[in-house]
């Protein structure tokens, strides 16, 4: 057995560690396979290959899109040429660009509900490209306003709340080609969050495999063994590859832990662009 993890988010976008703390917390965990698969952004990938590559651990850079869907889906690519990745690239910017207006606008939401908060004061929270409602919800709690990010959520951001403004998301098929056309493989992210309907998930898994998907994320530490069971199945039952990912976020969501235990074969490694035998170290 060896543990892994697929699925992560750094200072580049709503997580709270730096993608060079990442993989020295994953190195002390015992991680022998990481990736860096931040929210619409490749900025972080720099960093973290090249502590990667400095504390032998084996890297693999990726990122997670958000796709409109009759629901969102969220769709992580592996194995990106991220120093020249086209039309990848030129999308993500053009989401950045929409994301910035839609946090403008849901701070001047909040500001009419009578809240200090200004989008200075959550860009300087997020430090990184990617600002995002987590930053909203740290904001809101060091000035008073929420004890905790589920409340923050729950009162203001949440999409059920009164600031909450929807963001342009590209559609799945068009998530998937990015990917591809960056070198990169697609997978399905935490099914679980996407639906509850079995049929439903099956339907979209039709789709996206027609579109081109690769892999479905089947393995999480809050996944109970009847979940992995049908998952994969599932990803057996269209050809797909599982793989494996906590979604970690760091303080962001204390509850979600580092690293998950696969067998040594569980991916086909090479096509993921690594190796278990020789990873390297400077």
């Known amino acids: 057995m060896i543990r892994i993890d697929l699925h992560m988010h750094s200072t580049f976008s709503d997580g709270t560690m730096s993608p060079e703390e990442l993989v020295s917390r994953g190195r002390a965990g015992g991680l022998s396979v990481?990736?860096?698969?931040?929210?619409?952004?490749?900025?972080?990938?720099?960093?973290?290959?090249?502590?990667?590559?400095?504390?032998?651990?084996?890297?693999?850079?990726?990122?997670?899109?958000?796709?409109?869907?009759?629901?969102?889906?969220?769709?992580?690519?592996?194995?990106?040429?991220?120093?020249?990745?086209?039309?990848?690239?030129?999308?993500?910017?053009?989401?950045?660009?929409?994301?910035?207006?839609?946090?403008?606008?849901?701070?001047?939401?909040?500001?009419?509900?009578?809240?200090?908060?200004?989008?200075?004061?959550?860009?300087?929270?997020?430090?990184?490209?990617?600002?995002?409602?987590?930053?909203?919800?740290?904001?809101?709690?060091?000035?008073?306003?929420?004890?905790?990010?589920?409340?923050?959520?729950?009162?203001?951001?949440?999409?059920?709340a009164p600031a909450y403004v929807r963001r342009d998301r590209l559609p799945p098929a068009d998530c998937i080609r990015l990917i591809r056309e960056a070198g990169g493989l697609a997978v399905l992210a935490h099914p679980a969050q996407t639906t509850k309907d079995e049929q439903e998930l099956l339907d979209i898994l039709e789709r996206l495999k027609e579109a081109g998907l690769w892999g479905m994320e089947c393995l999480s530490p809050g996944s109970s063994p009847e979940q992995v069971f049908r998952y994969m199945s599932m990803a057996a039952e269209f050809g797909l590859f599982a793989t494996a990912g906590s979604d970690f976020h760091g303080a962001n969501r204390p509850s979600v832990s580092m690293g998950v235990s696969v067998k040594e074969d569980f991916l086909p490694w090479a096509r993921l662009g690594v190796s278990l035998s020789h990873p390297r170290r400077r």
Do not use: W
């Open 34 to 160: 990481m990736s860096l698969t931040d929210h619409d952004t490749l900025d972080g990938l720099a960093p973290f290959m090249s502590a990667c590559d400095r504390l032998g651990v084996a890297g693999i850079p990726g990122v997670e899109l958000s796709a409109d869907h009759e629901k969102t889906l969220h769709i992580l690519g592996y194995r990106l040429n991220f120093r020249a990745p086209g039309g990848l690239g030129e999308a993500l910017e053009r989401l950045r660009r929409g994301r910035d207006v839609r946090n403008e606008r849901m701070c001047e939401k909040m500001q009419s509900m009578g809240v200090d908060i200004t989008m200075q004061e959550v860009a300087a929270e997020a430090g990184g490209e990617v600002v995002a409602r987590p930053h909203m919800a740290r904001v809101l709690m060091k000035k008073g306003y929420s004890p905790d990010i589920r409340s923050a959520f729950e009162r203001y951001l949440g999409s059920s």
